[in-house]
């Protein structure tokens, strides 16, 4: 397919009294930035850290006019370098993608060589989409639990903010793992759907209005946090002899009041995960989530929903107001 003239993308741009606004723009090649391989993007996921780049939210973006989007999945149009051919599908996430780098909100992107990556043998490019940076985010905290001693076995993982993107992803790929899942939710209607991914137990988030205590009942092995806050407080004073705590996000805020006593009194352990990993673990983990962690795609599916790029504005909007549910993806057949 022949690189095209002109194509839509959604460019945010910043006004001298320093205004963030986003819009549909016609745009060429050489309005965006410089790769040395030219992407056909199918398909966009849409990410918290995207909305609030998007509405100027959070200081997220580098420089402007940039095209947001930390994430894609497509097919190469061409390729000044050898490792890459046309027509093979790729995906690109991390490495400042939509920051300082134009991103996946975009009909057709350049991106530097050294960002992409090919789809793994074993997931179609819609399947590598679904995944994207939500799945890879819950892969490296899962690959962390193991390096822990953290085995299947040893008790519930819990998931807060299950009803999100890493959430609906992680609980799928931590059960896929053989971990028994517990759901933490602020929407109890989504009990079942949680559970039809995998999750074994569902707790109600509003745990955290009742009595805290210094040290909460013991129940789990480890956490994936997507939350922040009296969340990720909570989860700490509620880990088992040895808890490992992923804090992975702020969906509630920056800032969590905390206590020494999980650390000193069960030896909890807090660590944080940054999604930009090195190209070793990317490439493992990737290899991973194609295979031996891929999700249950049959039960993932009627969770994701395919928007188009002239929706997302209105559709971002709804998920900084926590309004969102499930995994999102900008579909470009659309
Ligand atoms: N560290 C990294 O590299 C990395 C990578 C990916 C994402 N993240 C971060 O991880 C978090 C989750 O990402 P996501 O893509 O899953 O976002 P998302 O799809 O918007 O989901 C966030 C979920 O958090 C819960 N939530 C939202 N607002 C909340 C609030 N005010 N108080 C309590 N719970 C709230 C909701 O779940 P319920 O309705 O079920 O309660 C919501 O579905 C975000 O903060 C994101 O920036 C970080």
Redesign the pocket.
């Known amino acids: 397919m022949p690189i095209p003239q002109t194509f839509e993308a959604l460019r945010t741009h910043q006004t001298a009294e320093g205004q963030v606004q986003s819009r549909l723009e016609t745009l060429r090649l050489d309005d965006l930035s410089a790769g040395e391989v030219v992407v056909r993007t199918r398909y966009a996921g849409v990410?918290?850290?995207d909305c609030l780049s998007l509405h100027g939210r959070a200081k997220i973006i580098a420089s402007y006019p940039r095209v947001a989007g930390i994430e894609l999945v497509g097919e190469v149009l061409a390729s000044s370098v050898a490792s890459f051919e046309p027509g093979q599908a790729v995906l690109v996430h991390g490495f400042q993608t939509g920051i300082a780098f134009d991103g996946g909100f975009s009909a057709c992107v350049r991106v530097p060589a050294a960002h992409v990556q090919a789809v793994p043998q074993g997931l179609t490019p819609h399947e590598a989409a679904v995944i994207g940076?939500?799945g890879f985010?819950a892969a490296m905290a899962l690959e962390r639990f193991i390096e822990l001693g953290i085995a299947p076995g040893t008790g519930s993982v819990a998931m807060s903010?299950?009803?999100?993107?890493?959430?609906l992803l992680g609980t799928a790929i931590l059960a896929r793992a053989g971990y028994r899942v517990a759901a933490i939710?602020?929407?109890m209607a989504?009990e079942e759907r949680l559970r039809a991914i995998g999750a074994h137990e569902v707790i109600d988030?509003a745990v955290l209005d009742a009595a805290q205590r210094p040290l909460e009942k013991p129940r789990f092995a480890a956490a994936i946090d997507?939350?922040g806050?009296p969340?990720l407080s909570w989860l700490l004073r509620s880990m088992a002899d040895g808890g490992a705590v992923a804090s992975?996000?702020?969906?509630?805020g920056n800032s969590y009041e905390g206590s020494v006593l999980p650390f000193i009194m069960r030896r909890a352990q807090l660590f944080g995960?940054?999604?930009?990993a090195p190209v070793e673990q990317r490439k493992r983990l990737w290899t991973k989530l194609a295979v031996e962690w891929k999700p249950d795609m049959a039960a993932v599916l009627p969770h994701v929903q395919h928007i188009a790029l002239g929706a997302l504005m209105e559709h971002s909007a709804r998920?900084l107001d926590?309004a969102?549910?499930g995994r999102v993806l900008v579909d470009f057949s659309r």
């Open positions: 990410n918290y850290k940076v939500p985010t903010g299950a009803g999100g993107a890493v959430g939710t602020r929407r989504q988030a997507n939350v806050g969340m992975v996000g702020n969906a509630a995960i940054v999604a930009n998920q926590g969102s549910s």
